[in-house]
């Protein structure tokens, strides 16, 4: 395993995390709890020293599976991280119980790494309303939290360097891979960051499996024609590897074979290790990736609010990713996850069609949408 160091604790953290967001599944939707806990313990015993959760991962069950994974000495070999989860706090005291909670949960006594999950332009108007920020000064006063992070999902880089500014954080956590450069806070914000001495922890390297799941043939062509050969992983990971402000990458993972892999790869990624011409196949893999796209909504928002409530930007996005990435199966969480209300609900009385201004017939993909995931 590769090691960088952290440059504000001095710590030494392995290339590879442990995002306990998608834990291997018994058939009833139930996490596989002795495989759960055999895979995150096998990282470890193989130089993975992070491991990342959150409260409402796997719907609260994740932090109590760490928890386990991590008894029999295994606390003490990890820098464990989780995240407050801003949304839930209806008022002040709720930032003590929801910390409490996931003591518990973990069963520890305290976390090393305690983020503000998911700010962003919304939710960071709980962040001030609530003094999130008075709340994690204290908890790290009284040993409950070593490290004070956020992990960023805001649309833009600008609102992303304003926190940055905001706080003297100890630490970041951002969405990074070869498909997502300029998106949220992207390599712009990473390098930011990483200037202030802020270091960098990396989520979605490979945007949620995406760029590993289904390999459409058009992509496939540029891999192969890649005079190095590398799995879709390899590729993947080297591009976020390559960028010497990263600290750790965290990768959501959910059988053995992935952890192997992982451990594989990031054993061997060098920073700074990619030549041009393997920088320019990623670039080329990517401009593919977007010519697949076959609705272009900016995400600009105009059309909002849907009387029904829909959330157009999200079913649009869904919609294009299942062309980009070639697979629909690799949308249905999101579409059954993130989407309230589902697109069925539309009306189709084409106000936001009125509205949008790359004309897009709005109605007709909610409807298209729909239709994909019945
Ligand atoms: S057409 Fe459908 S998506 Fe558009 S505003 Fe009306 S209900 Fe909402
Ligand atoms: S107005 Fe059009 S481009 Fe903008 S978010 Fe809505 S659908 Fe997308």
């Given at each position: 395993?590769?090691?960088?160091?952290?440059?504000?604790?001095?710590?030494?953290?392995?290339?590879?995390?442990?995002?306990?967001?998608?834990?291997?599944?018994?058939?009833?939707?139930?996490?596989?709890?002795?495989?759960?806990?055999?895979?995150?313990r096998?990282?470890?015993?193989?130089?993975?020293?992070?491991?990342?959760?959150?409260?409402?991962y796997?719907?609260?069950?994740?932090?109590?599976?760490?928890?386990?994974?991590?008894?029999?000495?295994?606390?003490?070999?990890?820098?464990?991280?989780?995240?407050?989860?801003?949304?839930?706090?209806?008022?002040?005291?709720?930032?003590?119980?929801?910390?409490?909670?996931?003591?518990?949960?973990?069963?520890?006594?305290?976390?090393?790494?305690?983020?503000?999950?998911?700010?962003?332009?919304?939710?960071?108007?709980?962040?001030?309303?609530?003094?999130?920020?008075?709340?994690?000064?204290?908890?790290?006063?009284?040993?409950?939290?070593?490290?004070?992070?956020?992990?960023?999902?805001?649309?833009?880089?600008e609102?992303?360097?304003?926190?940055?500014?905001l706080?003297?954080?100890?630490?970041?956590?951002?969405?990074?891979?070869?498909?997502?450069?300029?998106?949220?806070?992207?390599?712009a914000g990473?390098?930011?960051?990483?200037?202030?001495?802020?270091p960098?922890v990396?989520?979605?390297?490979?945007?949620?499996?995406?760029?590993?799941?289904?390999?459409?043939?058009?992509?496939?062509a540029?891999?192969?024609?890649?005079?190095?050969?590398?799995?879709?992983?390899?590729?993947?990971?080297?591009?976020?590897?390559?960028?010497?402000?990263?600290?750790?990458?965290?990768?959501?993972?959910?059988?053995?074979?992935?952890?192997?892999?992982?451990?594989?790869?990031?054993?061997?990624?060098?920073?700074?290790?990619?030549?041009?011409?393997?920088?320019?196949?990623?670039?080329?893999?990517?401009?593919?990736?977007?010519?697949?796209?076959?609705?272009?909504?900016?995400?600009?928002?105009?059309?909002?609010?849907?009387?029904?409530?829909?959330?157009?930007?999200?079913?649009?996005?869904?919609?294009?990713?299942?062309?980009?990435?070639?697979?629909?199966?690799?949308?249905?969480?999101?579409?059954?996850?993130?989407?309230?209300?589902?697109?069925?609900?539309?009306?189709?009385?084409?106000?936001?069609?009125e509205?949008?201004?790359?004309?897009?017939?709005?109605?007709?993909?909610?409807?298209?949408?729909?239709?994909?995931f019945?």
């Amino acid at each position: 395993m590769k090691y960088r160091t952290n440059s504000k604790t001095g710590e030494s953290v392995s290339l590879l995390g442990f995002g306990a967001m998608r834990l291997p599944l018994n058939a009833d939707g139930s996490i596989d709890e002795a495989e759960a806990v055999r895979m995150i313990r096998y990282a470890i015993d193989n130089g993975v020293n992070y491991v990342d959760t959150a409260y409402p991962y796997h719907n609260g069950k994740s932090e109590p599976l760490v928890g386990k994974a991590l008894k029999d000495g295994y606390r003490e070999k990890v820098i464990l991280a989780t995240k407050l989860p801003v949304w839930a706090i209806k008022k002040r005291e709720d930032r003590y119980t929801l910390l409490e909670t996931q003591l518990k949960r973990l069963d520890v006594p305290s976390v090393d790494n305690y983020l503000v999950h998911d700010i962003n332009e919304g939710s960071y108007n709980a962040v001030k309303k609530f003094d999130v920020m008075d709340f994690m000064r204290e908890m790290k006063a009284a040993d409950k939290i070593k490290n004070i992070g956020f992990s960023y999902h805001g649309s833009t880089v600008e609102f992303f360097k304003e926190l940055i500014d905001l706080f003297d954080w100890d630490f970041v956590q951002i969405q990074l891979n070869y498909m997502d450069a300029e998106y949220q806070a992207g390599v712009a914000g990473m390098k930011y960051a990483a200037a202030k001495g802020i270091p960098v922890v990396i989520m979605e390297p490979l945007r949620g499996g995406k760029l590993v799941n289904v390999i459409p043939d058009t992509i496939r062509a540029y891999w192969d024609r890649a005079s190095v050969k590398r799995t879709p992983a390899e590729w993947a990971l080297a591009w976020v590897a390559n960028f010497p402000e990263v600290l750790t990458i965290l990768s959501g993972m959910s059988a053995m074979e992935q952890v192997e892999d992982n451990l594989r790869i990031l054993s061997a990624a060098e920073q700074d290790g990619l030549t041009a011409e393997e920088l320019a196949i990623i670039e080329q893999v990517a401009d593919e990736y977007n010519k697949r796209i076959p609705y272009g909504c900016t995400a600009c928002r105009y059309c909002l609010p849907c009387p029904a409530k829909i959330e157009i930007p999200a079913v649009i996005e869904i919609r294009n990713e299942v062309d980009m990435y070639g697979s629909k199966a690799n949308m249905k969480f999101a579409y059954d996850n993130f989407l309230d209300p589902k697109p069925t609900v539309c009306t189709a009385c084409k106000q936001c069609e009125e509205i949008c201004p790359q004309h897009l017939n709005v109605s007709g993909i909610m409807a298209e949408t729909a239709g994909m995931f019945a």
